[in-house]
């Protein structure tokens, strides 16, 4: 079964790890002016896709636009990696897709490590994602291990494209961020990015 089986109850239960949800990770980050381009981009994007409401057209129209406004603001430091197949270890189900895959390599042509962050894009609820997502850095960091890179932590973003909900995973145990935030504040969305990658 892929990463998708993953409820929160199921990940917790499977791998033994706390589950902390009352921190507020990133609240005293630092927004990032963005480019015109994205508020032009996503001026047009946001109500077609909300319109269109499905899991694909939030992630083309929404979430990828974001991540490349990342991309560029590190100048190309980190590769991006959109709906590839991460198979990690089969017998603890840590197999399948992932939806965005973002990596502290500049190499783009394949996926390396350290991987920083895992982004998992749902139609509705953000929730729904969480379990999914702990499994993904839970893989993340098995992989970044097997490549001899031993970083401390690895984040992971659930969003609607609408609503963002970050987490941070490190050894055993998943934060999962207190508030949400909406894709009104892009900046704070990109400047929290900015400061994961760069840990």
Same mark, same amino acid.
């Given at each position: +079964? &892929?990463?998708?089986?993953?409820?929160? $109850?199921?990940?917790?239960?499977? /791998?033994?790890?706390?589950?902390?949800?009352?921190? #507020?990770?990133?609240?005293?980050?630092?927004?990032?002016?963005?480019?015109?381009? @994205?508020?032009?981009?996503? =001026?047009? =994007?946001? &109500? @077609?896709? !909300?319109?269109?409401?499905?899991?694909?057209?939030?992630?083309? !129209?929404?979430?990828?636009?974001?991540?490349?406004?990342?991309?560029?603001?590190? =100048?190309?430091?980190?590769?991006? /990696?959109?709906?590839?197949?991460? #198979?990690?270890?089969?017998?603890?189900? @840590?197999?399948?897709?992932?939806?965005?895959?973002?990596?502290?390599?500049?190499? %783009?042509?394949?996926?390396?490590? &350290?991987?920083?962050?895992?982004?998992?894009?749902?139609?509705? %609820?953000?929730?729904?994602?969480?379990? %999914?997502?702990?499994?993904?850095?839970?893989?993340?960091?098995?992989?970044?291990?097997?490549?001899? =890179?031993?970083?401390? $932590?690895?984040?992971?973003?659930?969003?609607?494209?609408?609503?963002?909900?970050?987490?941070?995973?490190?050894?055993?145990?998943?934060?999962? #961020?207190?508030?949400?935030?909406?894709?009104?504040?892009?900046?704070?969305?990109?400047?929290?990015?900015?400061? +994961?990658?760069? %840990?």
């Amino acid at each position: +079964m &892929p990463y998708s089986s993953y409820t929160l $109850k199921r990940v917790k239960e499977d /791998f033994k790890i706390d589950i902390v949800e009352n921190r #507020d990770l990133f609240s005293e980050t630092e927004e990032v002016e963005v480019s015109d381009y @994205l508020k032009t981009t996503l =001026n047009y =994007n946001i &109500p @077609l896709a !909300l319109a269109i409401s499905t899991e694909k057209a939030r992630s083309e !129209l929404i979430v990828s636009n974001v991540l490349l406004e990342l991309k560029k603001y590190l =100048n190309d430091e980190v590769s991006l /990696f959109s709906g590839i197949n991460f #198979d990690v270890d089969k017998d603890r189900d @840590l197999n399948g897709f992932c939806d965005y895959i973002l990596s502290r390599s500049s190499e %783009q042509f394949y996926l390396s490590s &350290p991987i920083a962050a895992i982004v998992e894009a749902k139609n509705e %609820q953000v929730t729904s994602g969480l379990g %999914q997502c702990i499994a993904e850095m839970i893989a993340a960091e098995i992989f970044n291990e097997r490549e001899g =890179n031993n970083i401390d $932590k690895i984040y992971g973003t659930v969003t609607t494209g609408n609503t963002w909900k970050f987490l941070e995973y490190r050894k055993g145990r998943a934060c999962i #961020d207190r508030p949400e935030y909406h894709i009104a504040n892009v900046n704070k969305i990109i400047g929290i990015f900015v400061k +994961m990658m760069r %840990q």
